[in-house]
Every structure is written in C-alpha cells, then in structure tokens.
C-alpha cells in the first residue's frame, strides 16, 4: 500500500467496464431464448398459480404477483401472493 | 479504375446497411458507402426502406429532383428507370428514394425482390438503407440481402439491438430460409467512436463491442463534425472533403469490396497551440 493511498478517492469502477458486464449478463440470456422473443410465460404462470390457489382459498385476479430476476449468477423467481385476511373456506 | 468495371457484368451484390436502433447512423453511412462504392467506379444505387420517412434524399442532396419513388414503381404507377434519380457528382451512382407519404404496408415482398432482381442487371452493388426499428420496413430492407453492416454506437442500447439484428439476419432472411444457401455476411460498422473517451474509460471499447457481438468488424467512424457539415449540404460525407470520418468510410468501403485494409482508428486531429492562437488556415 502506497503511503498517499488515503488521499485518493476510492475508485469508481469504469463505466465502459459496467456497460460491457450489463450487455454480456443480459444477451447471454436473450440468446438462449429460442425463437426470438421473449418466452412469454410470466403472465399464463400466474394465472395457473392464481387458478391453483383458489381451489382453496378465495384470492382475486391481482393478489398474485409473479416477478423475475435475472442475474450473472443465478436467477429468480418471486412469487408474491396476498391472502385475505381471513381466508373463507370454500363451500362443496 | 473508373470505367474498367462499366464492361463488366454487374455484380448484382444486395448489401443491407441495419441496425435496430435509430440515430446510430444508418442514413449517413448508406450515402458514405454507396458513394464510396461509386467512387471506386462500382456502379451503385442506393435506396430509401424508409417508407413515410424519407430521408436518405436530403443527406444525399437531390430532394428537390424526386418525381417518382420506390412505392410508385412497386405499384406499378412508374417504370424503375423514372424513380432512379442519376447522382450529379458520380455518374455511377443512382438514388432510389422513398416515399414521404404512403404507409409502411405499400413495400410487399414480390415487389421489392422484383425491383431488386431488375436492379442486379444493371448494378455492381445495391444498397438498402434500412428503416430503425424491425418491423415490416426493416424486415424486407434486409429480406434478399448477401451482406449487411450493422451499424453500432458503443452503447448500450445500440449494441443490445445490433444483436437482435444480428439473430434475424441469421433467421428470417431469405439466404437463411434458403437451404443450402450461403448465410448473410454480416459486419459491424462501429460509428461515433471517441477515442478519448474510450481512453478514460468511459466508453466501450472496439473490442468490447466486438467481443459482445461476435461478428467482423468491418469500420470505425470517429464522432466528427465532418458528419453534420456534410448532411447540412447534403453531401455524402466521402464526398465532402478530407476529414477523419470520410477517411474512415473510405477504409470501410475498401473492405466492402473485398481488400484487406489495416484497421486504423483515426481520430479528429485537434488544432495545435499554433492553429489556436493564430486561427485555422484551412
């Protein structure tokens, strides 16, 4: 360590740098994607997840919110779902 | 080296300038090209996909002599040799512009291939000055193509899209629906590049966005004044004067043609201490 390290500024990463990481994180997903556009399925996934849930509880069209993450690494999956505050029982 | 290739037959290449992305510099480098195509005594013509947008007339300078256009041949209202507007400073090169008032669905397929096919027997190359976008306009401007330069900004967005493009020349063309046929060859034309501001990192690397689109590259045009100077008068840049960027065009074209051209990146030579106190010259 140099003795006037401490005047430095930390160093901010370049941002040329960012902008290449980002565009390679990002098109090694889109490219695996086949046929062009993204694989729709976000929206058919929660209204199965919807339809899944309703066998038991009673929850509206929006109380289930699918979101993805896509990252270097790994990717996620959220799946938020908002139950009523006392669940009624399904008749049958 | 003018009038040796007027003998021979045409070469009939269809080459597509595309990027996705608008004002990375498609219009510019379609009159760079073509009229550094000409200049190398290539008969060339260039035309406008850019139906309701017209603009590759202006930068080329001959808007006020459009009679006819592209959309009036496909439909049959005027023969292809009336919509051809013969350039005033090459005579081997020829402007087929677009038009400013039909919509998008007047190109259809037959058509442009038919006016494409007529257009091969009589030029060496033809170039197809694709809309932005990848709708209908952008889909046939690259449609019967055996070559295309992707024009890129080292840029995030612009290079996201050159990579889409990239997908579909290798998808729905018709060299790739063709079985057996030679798949388009694609390169990428990386326009205003900053030298500086690549040397502060602050912008992407030529590497960097050929190592993220894998493709050749075929040119580097420095972000220069020459570019606005040259559309204000509507000259294409190569014609216009020496200046980094036509230098670089001219490199450009010379690969185009098929000769290996060492790779420089010229810069805009900044005036020196003796230019700023005493005042340009040139």
Not at chain 2, 250 to 274: C, H, Q, S
Request: charged share 30%; proline share 5%; net charge negative.
């Amino acid at each position: 360590m140099s003795l006037f390290d401490f005047i430095r500024k930390p160093r901010q990463p370049k941002s040329a740098q960012t902008a290449k990481d980002r565009l390679q994180i990002l098109l090694a997903h889109e490219r695996s994607r086949e046929g062009g556009p993204e694989a729709d399925y976000l929206p058919m996934l929660q209204a199965d997840i919807v339809a899944a849930i309703r066998k038991y509880v009673a929850i509206g069209d929006k109380d289930v919110e699918v979101r993805m993450e896509r990252g270097d690494q790994m990717s996620s999956l959220e799946i938020n779902i908002e139950l009523p505050k006392t669940p009624a029982p399904k008749a049958g | 080296m003018t009038t040796e290739a007027k003998n021979n037959p045409p070469l009939g290449r269809v080459i597509v300038i595309t990027s996705g992305k608008g004002g990375v510099g498609k219009t510019t480098s379609s009159a760079a090209i073509s009229a550094g195509l000409a200049k190398k005594g290539f008969r060339t013509v260039v035309i406008d996909f850019d139906v309701g947008l017209r603009n590759l007339d202006m930068i080329m300078g001959c808007e006020r002599r459009v009679v006819f256009d592209f959309i009036n041949v496909i439909q049959g209202d005027a023969k292809l040799k009336q919509a051809l507007i013969k350039d005033k400073r090459l005579d081997t090169l020829s402007i087929l512009p677009t038009s400013q008032t039909r919509d998008k669905d007047a190109l259809t397929k037959d058509g442009v291939e038919q006016i494409l096919n007529e257009l091969k027997t009589e030029f060496d190359y033809i170039v197809c000055d694709s809309p932005a976008g990848i709708e209908r306009g952008a889909q046939l401007a690259m449609y019967f193509a055996d070559e295309a330069v992707v024009v890129t900004n080292p840029e995030v967005s612009s290079v996201r899209d050159s990579d889409r493009v990239l997908g579909l020349l290798s998808s729905q063309t018709k060299r790739a629906e063709t079985e057996g046929a030679d798949p388009i060859k694609a390169q990428v034309l990386i326009t205003r590049y900053d030298q500086e501001r690549v040397e502060i990192g602050e912008m992407m690397t030529v590497d960097d966005v050929l190592e993220i689109l894998a493709v050749p590259l075929l040119g580097v045009i420095p972000e220069s004044k020459a570019i606005l100077r040259a559309s204000n008068v509507g000259t294409p840049v190569v014609l216009d004067g020496p200046s980094a960027a036509a230098e670089a065009y001219e490199d450009a074209v010379t690969r185009l043609t098929g000769t290996t051209v060492e790779m420089r990146i010229v810069g805009e030579r900044k005036p020196g201490l003796f230019q700023r106190l005493f005042g340009r010259t040139a």
